[in-house]
C-alpha cells in the first residue's frame, strides 16, 4: 500500500472525529427516543457510521 501524504492522515482524521460523533450521537438517540420506528432509524444510522468509522481507521492501520 502507498504511505499516506500527511494532508491525507489529517483529512481522514478529521472524517474519523465525524463518524465516530454522528456515530455516538445516533446511538444515544436510539435509546432516548420513545418511538420505535425512529429509535431503529437512529441504530441504522449509528451503525452505517460506525462502519464508516471502522474503514477508516483501516486506511490509517489502526
Do not use: F, P, W
Not at 450521537?25 to 420506528?37: G, I, M, P, Q
Not at 444510522?45 to 477508516?56: F, K, P
Request: hydrophobic share 40%.
Amino acid at each position: 500500500m502507498q504511505e499516506l501524504t500527511s494532508k491525507e492522515l489529517e483529512l481522514i482524521s478529521d472524517a474519523l472525529t465525524a463518524e465516530g460523533l454522528i456515530c455516538k450521537k445516533a446511538r444515544v438517540y436510539s435509546k432516548t427516543l420513545t418511538d420505535v420506528d425512529l429509535a431503529q432509524c437512529m441504530t441504522k444510522i449509528a451503525d452505517e457510521h460506525e462502519q464508516r468509522y471502522n474503514a477508516l481507521l483501516n486506511l490509517i492501520g489502526g
